[in-house]
């Protein structure tokens, strides 16, 4: 298919097409490059919510379920599912994909998960690239859904607009939260499956950890909303607080900041990516490959030898 | 302090040492490469243990009383946390670090924990910078303990010599850990808090699913150990279990093949971060900035300022 009808075709939400778009990106070869360039120029109008938190938060059902809200008010939603621990997510041998199908055989709903492995990294770069395929394809809402443990699962999920951090009401959750350093990127929380014991002590406990927090130079404080995501409770209230989330950024002039900071994180990324395909190139390789012996026998250190290859690199391309 | 009487101090185990050249290579600064590459020539006596697992799995408790267990043999031990869920990480600000004190105030332990975020990344350089130091320390064994989620702690666990995976017998559970990759990485499992009920129905489970890996090319078959760390039951059985790997390893000549291949991944980060570090001097990274209200427009694309960059190093050093 030649380059403009398959850009024309994304464009259209024609599914195939997008899928395949996002296969070209993941996949990571050359093509990938010139698509975004392409889709680029049409990006922009879709509103990325991050949904994160530990395993077991019900972080998946919660996502189907705000699709289903959002599809009633006519948006289109996309999701990218990047947890490892979550049934969209290399869960097909056991087939639990499944649980997702009443939304994903709709017409206005992208599903799409993301190998969180393989050894070239770049999870964040990858997934960011899918949200721009559906953002370009009209989708309105894009939800990101990532295990909130793990760096560049953090990366993903502060890669969106609004983040919000999924708990549930056991001991030490929101403590455990904090530690992996999701304090700092929810704008708001959700404490899903708030019918069970333990409900007002854990808001109790996240509140205090909350005020711990530095506010000075913030306006923005985040809210706690209670659901029951299993039986469609709090879907309303987390939509509101989504939307107020969006207005308070938009009226404060912090989307495009927001934005910005993402694009230079990921710009970052694509420069790094470059170069070390660059750096990698079969006579390094090798030469890496021939040094490792030494390195194991104590005869030169890592150090050493990283600073070889480091010098090789720079020689090669002034000459 | 002069440097050789600091590197002394390091070999003599002199812990204030210690503890101050983890700070440097934590730091990253540029003093880390020069001790890296003088403690060099004193490691690879230390045997490395990776111990991962979801969160709530027991991996500190088990971390704590494997760590007696080695005291009582005489063996020197060095913790490296590295969990960002963990009670030894992060949990200064609530006083839980007291929880490892019955084997942190002994003379031949030492713990750290390391920080998991920071911009920078390079958290599995770090920690094992830090565990090489250990092992230049004469530290005879090295517990990694980090959280089985996430590409960069999935990393920390892979360099070490012998990787556990520890589960609990909860449903779904191991299940769970193979979609988290922690199957690949196991050398063996450790079903703790296997006291509780269903404990026999996941060893199942978790027989099914190493059986459906395919084994043609490995002749080590992981097995499945029962524990009750907080009970300290099982302790023996694993320490068993992780020289049997030793032995097996070191007889098929695959410890110095293992050593290799986590070198290179090493080496490989090592050049990287060299690399960034040239990359993202002051003028480059004031022309990203300077970019990025263009691309928030829809004027370029991150793929072309990326190129833009790109470029501009690669002449900067022929220049």
Redesign the interface.
Known sequence: MPADIFIERIFKNDKRAVSRAISIVESGNSNS?EL??EL??N??HAYRIGITG??GAGKSTLTNQLTKYYRKHDKKVGIIAVD??SPF???AL?GDRVRMSDVGSDAGVFIRSMA??GSL?G?SKKTIDAADILDAAGYDIILFET?G??????DVARAADTTIVVLVPESGDS??A????LMEIADFFVLNKSDRPGSESAIVALRTILMLRDHTEKSWMPNIIKAVASENIGMNEIADEIERHQSYLINNGLL?EK??AN??V???E???F???NE??KSERAES??A???K??E?E????????L??NN??SS??H
């Open positions: 490059t975004l360039k680029h120029k990006i922009g530990p395993p490892p621990t997510t290399g869960g056991l969180t492995r990294g999870l295990v443990v793990g760096q560049s699962e953090l403590i455990q904090m530690k992996a350093g495009k934005r910005e694009y230079k990921r710009i970052k694509i420069v790094e470059l170069l070390k750096l990698w890496l490959e040094s490792l012996a390195v194991v104590g030169t250190s890592p150090y050493q030898i990283a600073e290859l480091f690199f720079k391309i002034k």
